[in-house]
């Protein structure tokens, strides 16, 4: 299939890009490398540098491409940034989703997935939320999903495109940008690694469900292919398994610690220190995978102590 992946070179984007390949599929890139880089791409793989606000470059890229598949994962992805410029983040996560619906409908696409978000949604909870809990996002980013969405269902039933949304819960894994303010795992690892002080905001004790990065492009990949029932079906891609940050920031600096060990260095890795707690944070997010489960035969297979220990090495690999 000719597959469209918009954020295609970043982190998720561009893991789904590999396996697409690995699958026998033709993906092509729309990056406006804002965050996504060509280094994490194949020579081989078309990409288009878009920003997906603007819609006449867009066009153009569905005019040559003529996709039959659409994964849509560009996004602004930073909370903290949304509260700041919440104009801004409607701008990618709304009006560049709008184009991309539009130009998928006019192409005849047939399936689209669309990269959403169990955190932002659900809101503060303590035990793995179904997809049914009520939404209740407290930041202008969670306003945008929840929109993007609706904008989602809508078509789909509108225009007969099948449509999937994947409420994703906190994605780690290798490539992740270690330099903005999403992306724990991959600020904790390089600020450890070069023996730096990570900093936890707030008392560390807030909950998140981390999923390893191959598991969610898998589940991409059975998204798109998958014949279900419904034009829409939103579902949760996370491993119901809350972990502190407290203790991600303990495993990580073990992991670390064990890089250091290995190349002959001395001394201890800093543990974390705390600051300021961030606008926008939740106390405690979990999401329930039974329903992709059961509608795609899709589960978790790594493990958070395997996942970090790959992650937190292909950081030392490639430090400085």
Known sequence: MRVLVTGGAGFIGSHIVDLLRAEGHAPVVVD???????????????????????????????EQVRPQWVSHQAAQMSVSRSVREPLFDAEVNVIGLLHVLELSQQHGVERFVFASSGG?????????????????PISPYGITKRVGEDYLRFFAHE??????????????????NPHGEAGVVAIFSKKMLAGEQATIHGDGEH??????????????????????AEPFTALNIGTGVGTTTNQLAARIRE????????????????AAQHGPPRAGDLRSNLVSPKRAGQLLGWEPKTPLAEGLE???RWFWERRG
Not at 38 to 58: C, E, F, G, K, Y
Not at 120 to 128: A, R, S
Not at 208 to 227: G, I, S
Not at 256 to 262: I, L, R, T, V
């Open 255 to 270: 992991c670390c610690q064990s890089c250091w060990a290995d190349a002959g260095r001395d001394g201890e890795v800093p």
């Open 207 to 228: 909950v998140r469900d981390y999923v390893y990065v191959d598991d969610v492009a898998r589940a991409n990949l059975l998204a798109l292919a998958a014949e279900l």
């Open 32 to 62: 406006d490398l804002s965050t996504g880089s060509r280094d994490n791409l194949s020579d081989s793989v078309p990409l288009h540098v878009v920003d997906i606000r603007d819609r006449a470059a867009l066009a153009e890229v569905f």
């Open 120 to 136: 932002v949604l659900y809101g503060d909870v303590f035990e793995p939320a179904p997809e049914d809990h009520p939404a209740a």
């Open 159 to 176: 225009h007969g495109m099948k449509a999937v949304a994947l409420r994703y819960s906190n994605v780690y894994g290798p490539r992740q």
């Open 310 to 312: 790959r992650t937190v």
